[in-house]
């Protein structure tokens, strides 16, 4: 079965889709299959992934965007799959084993104005189509914005495990503590429609220091959400085994040079040797998912 793992933050600018997306190509790397939801109204992860030209055409129509499941008729997941989705300016593939289900801005007509039926939420239409490919995965991951309205429910819903990234500060402190608290009522409200083959809930694994400047020291913030984190493990409001990662990201101008290439960073000229790199600590963070996933 897939590992199933949304990354979100009440705080938003943490660089989480930065995170997700070159973790997935990690992952994808080592020769596993991942599949990347983009639940993010600003697409962002979407228009890296795809380039310009190929998200706009999207965009513009509609047609291959991740809102259109919930109009029944319309699309199934399995019809939005962009496979291998890095592809080279002549349309070569350039990372097998990394396939999309992009969004477009027109997501937030999920919060607005979808009406549908009350007695089949938006979070279950997706995870019954969801459950029709995760066989076909190795990682499903979930790059949800910083909330729990609608299109993170679907995420969080279909998701065993969530990750957070967090910046040194005071806010990504209380954006983790107001995600514990929606955590905590979103699972309440949604009980009643999990079956047995889903596992348990979502539950908070990790916090991963990401976009980390240089010269600035983490330690004290470390401290403060250890503590924090220690607390609610003791009320059980985040998982047994969820801990701080020892792999901190920091940041990097190649991974905005990544960003206008439209490619993970993995693609980027970093491979090297060298170990004082970010890509070397998105390796390293791949392979802390991977061995933590064995806690599981």
């Given at each position: ?93 350039l990372l097998p084993g990394l ?10 007509d999920l919060e607005s104005e ?183």
């Amino acid at each position: 079965m897939a590992r199933k793992i949304a990354l979100l933050n009440y705080k938003g600018g943490v660089g989480k889709t930065s995170l997700i997306v070159n973790l997935a190509a990690c992952l994808a790397r080592l020769g596993l299959r991942v599949l990347l939801f983009d639940f993010d109204t600003q697409s962002n992860a979407s228009i890296w992934l795809l380039r310009l030209e190929r998200w706009n055409k999207i965009n513009n129509t509609g047609v291959g965007a991740i809102f259109s499941i919930f109009y029944p008729g319309t699309a199934t997941l399995r019809d939005l799959l962009v496979r291998d989705v890095v592809e080279g300016k002549t349309g070569d593939k350039l990372l097998p084993g990394l396939d999309l289900v992009p969004t477009t801005f027109n997501l937030v007509d999920l919060e607005s104005e979808y009406e549908g039926d009350p007695r089949k939420p938006p979070y279950l239409l997706f995870n019954e189509q969801l459950r029709e490919l995760e066989g076909e995965y190795d990682f499903i991951l979930f790059d949800c914005p910083p909330n729990i309205l609608r299109a993170s429910q679907c995420g969080i819903f279909s998701a065993n495990e969530v990750y957070v990234p967090a910046n040194p500060d005071a806010l990504s402190l209380i954006g983790f503590t107001l995600l514990v608290e929606k955590l905590h009522k979103f699972h309440q409200l949604s009980a009643s429609f999990r079956v047995a083959e889903m596992g348990p809930p979502a539950a908070v694994e990790g916090i991963i220091f990401n976009s980390i400047k240089a010269g600035v020291d983490i330690e004290v913030p470390r401290m403060r959400m250890q503590l924090r984190m220690n607390q609610y493990k003791a009320q059980r409001r985040v998982a047994s085994t969820a801990r701080l990662f020892e792999t901190q990201v920091r940041d990097a101008t190649i991974v905005r040079r990544a960003v206008a290439l439209g490619l993970p960073v993995v693609l980027v000229g970093q491979e090297t040797e060298e170990k004082d790199n970010v890509l070397n600590d998105y390796r390293r963070l791949a392979q802390e998912i991977l061995k933590h996933g064995e806690l599981l």
